[in-house]
């Protein structure tokens, strides 16, 4: 199975704050048969908050930084998927739910219906697209 991983799994897996990613989100990151997937939105948005200072884990503030973010990514074996002019159009068309009006998680969840891979996050409102098409994995922590 392909997967999406949320701006919010990354930044937890990768700083270590690991308790925040429940077991069945563990488990399909950590099944081999998976493959596990992230959009340069999630990759841009991580990099900018280490930019910011905001490394998550105070344990790991030393060793969380946009460099080694990249890297890490790679080691984990995490593809960086881009945006394509299809992600753009469903985006285009996708109608914005209650008060979610984050462009960028509505890009993100544009690019995964496109995609028709399922998306895993810890927001709750990326459920209100499951009407069109969005197969959510909801990371309850």
């Known amino acids: 199975m392909r997967l999406y991983l949320d701006t919010n799994i990354l930044f937890f897996l990768y700083t270590g704050d690991t308790d925040e990613v429940s077991r069945d989100v563990h488990a ?27 490394s998550g884990n105070p ?3 030393d060793t969380c930084d946009a460099e ?4 890490w990514l790679h080691e984990m074996d995490i593809r960086i998927i881009p945006v394509s002019e299809k992600h753009l159009k469903t985006y285009a068309s996708l109608p914005i739910h209650g008060d979610h009006r984050d462009p ?5 969840i544009a690019q995964a219906i496109t995609d028709r891979i399922a998306l895993i996050s810890s ?11 969005l197969k959510f994995i909801f990371n309850k922590r």
Do not use: M, P
């Not at 493959?35 to 930019?51: D, G, P, R």
């Not at 960028?104 to 993100?108: F, G, I, P, S, V």
């Open 68 to 71: 080694s973010f990249v890297d």
């Open 104 to 108: 960028n998680d509505r890009l993100l």
């Open 28 to 54: 399909l990151i950590g099944d081999y048969e998976n493959v596990i997937l992230t959009s340069t939105i999630c990759a841009q948005e991580c990099i900018h908050l280490f930019h910011i200072g905001k």
């Open 59 to 61: 344990k790991k503030k």
């Open 123 to 133: 927001d709750h409102k990326f459920a209100w697209y499951e009407g069109e098409g």
